[in-house]
């Protein structure tokens, strides 16, 4: 039933909350190793523009205002991936879900020959990533961006650039709002982390490091099982 599946060589899954990242690392994953990111989002709307008998599946689901269920997204994750572009490997991001997604995801990967190689928990401090996100303010008239804790105006109450005295912050920027997105993560990912705990195969990042050495980190797992 797999057809000509091609046989990606490396199977990352990327969980983290909002603001860990995982959009920046995903993009160095393709540029150093060759992997594709497949995002969900992306692959639906994709299915759903070609017409193919599962993008017409979730076109239904979608018209009917119901949530496209897992064996769709399955179906659709099956037909990219015997697209020839994924043979170094793919990046997963926004799925699985639950335990249940994660389930189904391994039977497909073993149809195609191959299973998880890494989930990457990108790890973050809640607190720090409060005072990040909930610190952040703009110039209303040209837009530069502030922060309370890291980058006050040289001149307090005056833009650096532009000279403006007006400034504004978005409203869901708030530590309240912010706390409970991580709360929400943390609660919806807690299974999922197990899943991957008990097979052997999670790794954990520190997040709140720079960059650079996220980007390290990542390449010495996928370097380590795609040799
Ligand atoms: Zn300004």
């Known amino acids: ?24 690392q995903a993009r160095m994953l393709e540029e150093d190793f060759g992997l594709v990111q497949l995002s969900t989002g992306d692959l639906l709307r994709a299915a759903v523009a070609a017409g193919t008998e599962a993008g017409k599946a979730a076109k239904a689901v979608m018209e009917a205002g119901g949530l496209v269920s ?5 179906a659709i994750l099956r037909d990219r991936m015997a697209a ?12 699985p879900r639950t335990a249940g997604q994660a389930e189904a995801l391994d039977k497909l990967l073993a149809e195609a020959g191959t299973r998880v190689t890494a989930a990457v928990s ?14 952040r303010y703009t110039c209303a008239n040209c837009g530069e961006g502030y922060h309370d804790s890291f980058k006050q105006p040289a001149v307090a109450g005056i833009c650096d650039k532009c000279g403006g005295t007006a400034f504004k912050r978005r409203a ?16 919806q990912t807690a299974p999922l982390i ?18 650079a050495e996220i980007r390290a980190a990542l390449a010495r797992i996928v370097s380590t099982v795609a040799a």
């Open 1 to 24: 039933m797999t057809g000509n599946a091609t046989t990606p060589e490396t199977v990352l899954i990327l969980l983290g909350p909002p603001g860990a990242g995982k959009g920046t």
């Open 84 to 95: 020839p572009d994924v043979a170094r490997g793919i990046i997963l991001d926004g799925f």
């Open 122 to 135: 990108l790890e973050v401090d809640d607190a720090a990533m409060v005072e990040r996100v909930a610190g």
């Open 172 to 187: 869901d920027d708030n530590a309240e709002t912010v706390q409970a997105r991580l709360t929400a993560y943390h609660d």
């Open 194 to 211: 197990a899943y991957y705990e008990r097979q052997g195969v999670l790794r954990r990042l520190d997040a709140m490091g720079a960059i």
């Open 70 to 74: 897992d064996e769709i997204v399955i």
